[in-house]
C-alpha cells in the first residue's frame, strides 16, 4: 500500500513539473506571438543593467494604406501644442501611423502605432505621443526624412528614456 502511495505522488510531481515547463515554454514564445503583424525588430531584449527593463520598440505598422486609417480627432478641440500634433497627425498620416510610440501604450491600450494615439484622445493626455507626432512632422517637412528614417530616430532618441 506504501508503495502505491509512493507511486502516485511520484506521479502527480512528475506532472506538475511537466505543467510548470509547459506554461514557462508559452511565456517565453508570447511576445513573438502578439507581435507578429510588426516588425521583426520588435522582439524584446534584455536590459541587464535594469532588470525589469526591456528595450523593445513599440508596434507599429508597415507602410498602411491612408485609406485604411481611422479618423483623427479635430485639431481645433485642443490648444497649443497638443492642437499642434493633432495638426501633424492630418498633414502626415501615413508616416504617423509606421511609427512606434514610447509611451507603450500599445501594451496597455492596444494602440498599433502613434497614429492610434491620435485617433482618440490619448495623445492630449501624453507628452510623449505630443512630441513624438510634432518631432516626426519636423523631420519629414524640414529635413525631407523618409518614414523609415523618421521611425529609426525616434528609436534612437526615446529607446534609453
Known amino acids: 500500500m506504501r508503495r502505491k502511495n509512493w507511486l502516485l505522488f511520484g506521479a502527480i510531481a512528475v506532472l506538475l513539473v511537466a505543467a510548470v515547463l509547459i506554461v514557462n515554454s508559452a511565456n517565453t514564445n508570447e511576445p513573438a506571438a502578439r507581435g507578429s503583424n510588426v516588425s521583426a525588430r520588435q522582439a524584446p531584449a534584455q536590459d541587464h543593467s535594469h532588470p525589469h527593463k526591456t528595450k523593445r520598440v513599440p508596434a507599429f505598422e508597415m507602410a498602411p494604406a491612408r485609406a485604411n486609417l481611422a479618423p483623427t480627432l479635430d485639431p481645433e478641440k485642443f490648444t497649443g501644442i497638443t492642437r499642434d500634433a493633432y495638426r501633424a497627425v492630418r498633414a502626415i498620416p501615413v508616416t504617423i501611423a509606421q511609427l512606434p510610440c514610447y ?21 492630449a493626455h501624453c507628452d510623449v505621443c505630443v512630441r513624438e507626432a510634432l518631432l516626426a512632422l519636423t523631420l519629414e517637412k524640414e529635413h525631407k526624412l523618409t518614414p523609415a528614417q523618421i521611425r529609426e530616430r525616434i528609436v534612437a532618441q526615446y529607446a534609453n528614456q
Open 103 to 123: 509611451c507603450h501604450c500599445d501594451e496597455g491600450f492596444g494602440h498599433k502605432s502613434l497614429y492610434s494615439c491620435l485617433a482618440d484622445d490619448h495623445a
